[in-house]
Every structure is written in structure tokens, then in C-alpha cells.
């Protein structure tokens, strides 16, 4: 087993990768009771469109498909995973993103047995026709709860106005439509296909004994037959480079209208290295502005173009990226010409030498804090390691970044301005009649 020491962390991390192609990373937290255990498949919501395992052809399944997948995961032969682990005195639970799918427990006793489980109710799909029926329902409730969340509904409008094609636009649990058309034999396929050990990672941080663990997951693999490892075949979306709305209004009954600026980044990279430059980058520069210290972000407050509740954001994936700028304002055009006047002039605004030195400070101070914490650890390093990314080096990568990193992508947001940008705006100081003529 390989051992990875990170002198900047004072941590070291274990590594093996399995015959199967399974990688296992265990960190050890001298003195942690809790134990933390993530196992995740590089398969989230815009993986629709696919080469199946072991044929030629390349398929389209449902939207939210990778969700449903998520839900149905728990069930086994002999019970509920849930419930299993809850016997063993653990807590679980799953997530589906955009471009993963994650199950995790949390312990403080049993460490090993729950690793088991983790690992046998993930790499078995047990599921019936009927099961599949009923779990249709429940998902659809689910849509229908998160399209009633004012919040959320402007987050995934906001990112909808971007794109044309690529499946990022749709809501990671698909629509009731999409549900409704999905079948035991796709989620089997799907199942089939990115479940598989090489296309996972499983990592496990606490109160572990590493070599102990190691063996225990190595003969567990070792009782499970898999197909030979092979690489994945994905379509690639052709998206144009413009926005697909410039601005929508949506009207919903809110306390506050709500308002998200969003803008495309064109520029997908494909270097990890590169990716994660430039996505730090992106952190330190909004953090420079709009932290609650900077100059900009208390001047705009004190001048009530905005409250608590606003943010910016930078976001990359697999393959694409994009920024939201937003928050809740009454006068929802005071605040979107407010962000489009300051994207329009940041490359004009000076970064200082000491506010730069202040905010890699706090970033690197963040991140070593994070550590202190096994859920952070872990879901940070599977969120990243999908990338290329190793998430133990970031401090390293944010004490590279220097001014002049943040001035280019300062120049990358100036240059959106001119075709790439979009607002999503939720609207509830109309009349009821119009907020239902909206909905149809």
C-alpha cells in the first residue's frame, strides 16, 4: 500500500488500487472518534447520453436517471441499507450532482463492518418493477417540493439561460416526464455501466486502522466479479458559445425578489492544473470583493443595492463553467445594473498587494481548518478527485496564485460581458392571476 505524505498538512494518506481498478484512500485521524466513509462514481445528472458497458452503441436514458439510480441503491435483497447501517450504529445517506454520485456513512464504532456494507449495497442493484413504480412517486414529490423552493428554482434558472444543449441545463432529478419514463432496465444499465470499480473511488478517514481496513475491502473485492476495466465512452456536447436566454422573469409568490446574473465561461480546460488555477483564482477574486470586510461589498450594502444575502460564485465541472453573481433585492433592476456595471468595469478596479496577501491568508487558513473536520475531508477530495485533482495539495495551489492570476480572470469575466451573460429573476410583487398565467 502506498503511503502519501503532505508536509504542508501534516497528513498522510493511503493509497491503493485494487485488480478491479477500484482506488481506496484511508486517512487516519490520530485521536477521532468519528469515522467518515464516501464511495463515489463518476456518474452524475448530465450523463445521459452513453456507450454501454460491453457494447458499441451510444444511447440516450432519461434525465435525473443518475438520481433515480441514487434512490434506488438502498434497497437489498434482505432489507434496507439504512436500516443495516443503522444497526451497526451509523448514520447514511446519498447525493447525486451534476457529475457524481455519492453514498457515505458516518460512525463512531464498527468501522469496518460499515466499509463492508457500504461496498455491497453500492455494487449490488437489487430492484423489482414495482419498487421502481413506487419510487416514481416519491421522486416526483421531491421535484415537486424543490419547484415550489423560490432559491432553488432561481439557482437552476439562472444556469438554464446559459446553455443551448448541454444537460446541466436540466434539474438533477429530471422532471415528473422523465421519471415517469424510466424503466428497471435503465437503471440497470446505468448501474452496469458507471458502477463499475474503475469508474470509483472509496475514501475512508477517522478512527481507522489502515492496514486492517486495506485487507478487509481487498477480500470483499476479491468475492465480486467484474466485467475487465475499460474507459467509459461519453457524448460530447457541441454548445454554442452565446447564451440561450438573456433574461427571463419568472413570478412566484417570494417575501423578495430574487435575482442571479449568471455568465458562461466558454473556455473549458481540460489540465487539471490549469483547472484549479484558474478556479482559485476565481474564489480569491470574489472573496476580495464581496467578503464581509472588503470596501466594495460594505459600500454596496451601506448604499442598499444589497443585502446578506448576496454572493458570487465560481463553478467548473467535467465540462463546463460558469459564474452566478446574485441575491434578494426589491428593486431587482438596481441590483442587476449593479452587477453588470461592475462586470463591466472589473478589470478597471486595482487588486492591492495587501488585501491580495490577506485573502490567500484567510483561503489557506479555511482549507487547514477543514481538516479538522472528516465529512469536509472527505467530501472535498471525491468532489476534486473526479478532476485530477488532489484536494491535499489546494493550499499549495492557492499560495501560487499571484495578482497577476486574478487580473486574467478578471479579463475573462470584462470579455463576457459582450454576449455570454444572462439574468434569472424571480418576480413576487405581481397579482396572483399573473403568477398563475406565468406557470402554464
Known amino acids: 500500500m502506498e503511503k502519501i505524505y503532505y508536509q504542508t498538512l501534516k497528513e498522510t494518506l493511503f493509497h491503493e488500487k485494487l485488480e478491479n481498478g477500484l482506488e481506496v484512500y484511508l486517512l487516519p485521524k490520530v485521536g477521532f472518534e468519528k469515522t467518515y466513509g464516501l464511495f463515489s462514481t463518476n456518474f452524475g445528472s448530465i450523463d445521459t447520453t452513453f456507450v454501454p458497458l460491453g457494447q458499441k452503441e451510444m444511447i440516450k436514458v432519461e434525465d435525473g436517471i443518475a438520481h433515480f439510480l441514487e434512490h434506488k441503491m438502498f434497497d437489498m435483497k434482505d432489507g434496507d441499507a439504512a436500516d443495516k447501517f443503522a444497526k451497526l450504529g451509523a448514520s447514511s445517506n446519498a ?4 457529475s457524481r454520485t455519492a453514498y457515505l456513512f458516518s460512525t463512531t464504532t464498527n468501522e469496518n463492518a460499515c466499509v463492508e ?11 423489482t418493477d414495482e419498487s421502481v413504480e413506487k419510487e416514481k412517486g416519491i421522486i416526483c414529490q421531491e421535484i415537486k417540493m ?72 481487498k477480500e470483499n473485492q476479491n468475492k465480486k466479479h ?29 417575501e423578495m425578489n430574487k435575482l442571479i446574473v449568471s455568465i458562461k465561461v466558454n473556455d473549458i480546460m481540460t489540465d487539471p492544473q490549469e483547472k484549479i488555477k484558474r478556479e482559485l483564482s476565481f474564489n480569491l477574486l470574489f472573496d476580495l470583493y464581496f467578503s464581509k470586510s472588503s470596501v466594495l461589498y460594505n459600500e454596496w450594502l451601506s448604499k442598499g443595492y444589497i443585502n446578506e444575502t448576496f454572493s458570487a460564485n465560481f463553478t467548473q465541472e467535467r465540462d463546463y463553467a460558469f459564474i452566478l453573481i446574485g441575491g434578494d433585492q426589491d428593486d431587482y433592476h438596481l441590483l442587476q445594473k449593479t452587477i453588470f456595471d461592475f462586470i463591466e468595469h472589473i478589470d478597471d478596479l486595482v487588486i492591492e498587494q495587501e488585501d491580495f496577501e490577506r485573502i490567500k491568508r484567510k483561503t489557506i487558513g479555511n482549507f ?14 471525491s468532489r476534486y478527485y473526479f478532476e485530477g485533482i488532489c484536494s491535499f495539495e489546494l493550499v499549495d495551489y492557492v499560495s501560487k496564485i499571484t495578482i497577476a492570476d486574478l487580473n486574467e480572470v478578471k479579463k475573462m469575466v470584462d470579455y463576457c460581458i459582450n454576449y455570454d451573460i444572462a439574468a434569472f429573476i424571480y418576480n413576487g410583487k405581481f397579482e396572483e392571476k399573473n403568477y398563475r398565467n406565468s406557470r402554464k
Request: net charge negative; proline share 5%.
Open 368 to 381: 487547514i481548518n477543514s481538516y479538522n473536520s472528516p465529512e469536509s475531508i472527505a467530501n472535498s477530495f
Open 95 to 98: 447525493f447525486t450532482s451534476s
Open 117 to 127: 456494507l457500504l461496498l455491497n449495497f453500492v455494487q449490488s442493484l437489487d430492484i
Open 146 to 217: 424543490y419547484d415550489d423552493d423560490p432559491d432553488w428554482r432561481v439557482y437552476f434558472g439562472a444556469i438554464a439561460n446559459l446553455y443551448h444543449k448541454h444537460p446541466v441545463r436540466i434539474d438533477i432529478a429530471g422532471t415528473c416526464d422523465t421519471v415517469n419514463n424510466t424503466y428497471k432496465d435503465m437503471l440497470e444499465l446505468c448501474h452496469h455501466t458507471f458502477y463499475h470499480p474503475h469508474n470509483m473511488m472509496l475514501f475512508v478517514v477517522g478512527n481507522i486502522q489502515p492496514e486492517e481496513l486495506v485487507d478487509v475491502i
Open 226 to 254: 467484474f466485467l475487465p476495466e475499460t474507459s467509459i465512452q461519453r457524448k460530447k456536447i457541441e454548445e454554442p458559445e452565446s447564451v440561450a436566454v438573456k433574461e427571463r422573469i419568472d413570478i412566484m409568490q417570494v
